[in-house]
């Protein structure tokens, strides 16, 4: 059984059939929905009745509850296969989500019927996009315990089910610069890919990313070649006026998130002092790249500065090399792939979010890329994304 939908009928639309497949795709931000055995037998047993854990409130909602909060609901946006309405907007249980959020066998299911080779999965509500809420624990040891066993999770039960079919993401501990530098080789001992970082890390608390504290978590994602993914809404959302409608407006603006903080990384000069950093912006979208891209070449030749501590090379440059940017489609702006770099560009399907394209992703393809080169439909499609993640493709790919 892939769906609960016998439970609730009125929430989910009919079961769909497996789609075409005319690409091979690898969606680089679809999202996982943390499990209620997530943490089960993976803490010692000095933290184990104070891991995160799944309570029911006395309106039958289940919340995650952790460090003395609650987090008011266990599935953030896991609204993939549900019918449209306002009441049905959010999943307040887990029987009101697809099994796909959470169990890996029905994940798999779900991606065989969107014609998807192979994901990266960020986390959801009781992490945080990059960990953070763990990372802000109030008993640091505590926090830390949870981080490695949300990895150890992600190692022995999301990923190494099907190895050729999930990328190894990891978190790792923010609120101390050499021991995540630890966190992140301990999992690229075992195979993970990337890890999941804060975009602007001052807006929730951590210093800045120009700030050197942040030197040891860079340098061993360069050393163990980690992909830094830096999600949309890691370190909260734009500034909401008053009176405005927070969800509208905030998907809204990802966009504009991407770029503030896509911006902030290059000038911050990491990707200088360790050229081979490799950084992947997730869920942004493309349309505000080449913008970005004309924006720095003005700055150096227009205005006369923008090199200084670049070691001679120009900000654009070093955006067009260390950088990578992700789609859903794009359909006015996929024509900027090439001042971006048609390599550095990859797809998402960001399933199970209310703006993914599953189960429909192969047809949206078709529809705004299908008249695309099909050299350059395979870099895009999938051909990129396993060359920066080192991940393996079928023996036969698509177009």
Not at 22 to 39: A, C, G, N, Q, R
Not at 72 to 82: P, S, T
Not at 282 to 294: K, P
Request: glycine content about 8%; proline content about 8%.
């Amino acid at each position: 059984m892939t769906t609960t939908a016998e439970h609730h009928p009125d929430l989910f639309l009919p079961e769909p059939e497996p789609r075409e497949v005319k690409y091979t795709i690898i969606s680089v931000d679809d999202h996982l929905v943390e499990p209620p055995d997530m943490f089960e037998g993976r803490l010692s047993a000095k933290f184990a009745d104070r891991a995160p854990r799944i309570i029911e409130t006395k309106n039958h909602h289940q919340v995650w509850e952790f460090d003395g909060q609650n987090h008011f609901q266990a599935g953030q946006n896991a609204v993939v296969g549900r019918r449209y309405g306002p009441v049905n907007s959010e999943p307040f249980r887990f029987d009101q989500m697809r099994r796909g959020c959470f169990d890996i066998d029905a994940r798999i299911h779900d991606m065989d019927i969107n014609g998807v080779w192979a994901s990266l999965n960020f986390p959801s509500m009781i992490t945080g996009f990059c960990g953070r809420v763990y990372s802000q624990a109030k008993d640091p040891e505590l926090g830390l315990a949870v981080t490695r066993a949300w990895n150890d999770w992600m190692h022995d039960a999301w990923w190494q089910p099907y190895p050729e079919r999930i990328i190894p993401m990891g978190i790792t501990w923010l609120a101390d610069a050499e021991v995540g530098a630890e966190e992140i080789r301990r999992n690229a001992a075992r195979g993970f890919r990337s890890v999941t970082l804060p975009e602007r890390p001052h807006r929730i608390g951590f210093p800045s990313i120009f700030d050197s504290y942040w030197e040891p978590i860079i340098a061993a994602c360069a050393e163990t070649e980690t992909v830094i993914s830096l999600h949309v809404g890691s370190s909260g959302m734009a500034d909401f006026p008053e009176g405005c409608p927070p969800i509208q407006l905030g998907a809204t603006l990802f966009g504009q998130l991407s770029l503030t903080a896509c911006a902030e990384w290059v000038w911050a000069g990491w990707a200088v002092k360790y050229p081979d950093i490799k950084i992947a912006m997730s869920e942004g979208g493309i349309g505000w790249v080449g913008m970005l891209i004309d924006r720095l070449d003005n700055i150096v030749d227009r205005s006369g500065y923008g090199l200084d501590g670049f070691d001679g090379l120009r900000p654009a440059d070093v955006l067009k090399r260390n950088f990578w940017f992700c789609t859903l489609d794009d359909p006015s702006t996929i024509v900027t792939r090439h001042a971006i770099g048609v390599d550095h560009v990859m797809v998402e399907t960001d399933y199970p979010h209310g703006d993914g394209t599953w189960p429909n992703t192969q047809a949206v393809i078709e529809r705004y890329w299908g008249d695309l080169p099909v050299e350059e439909l395979r870099k895009m499609t999938h051909e990129n994304a396993a060359a920066l993640y080192r991940h393996p493709l079928p023996e036969h790919c698509l177009p």
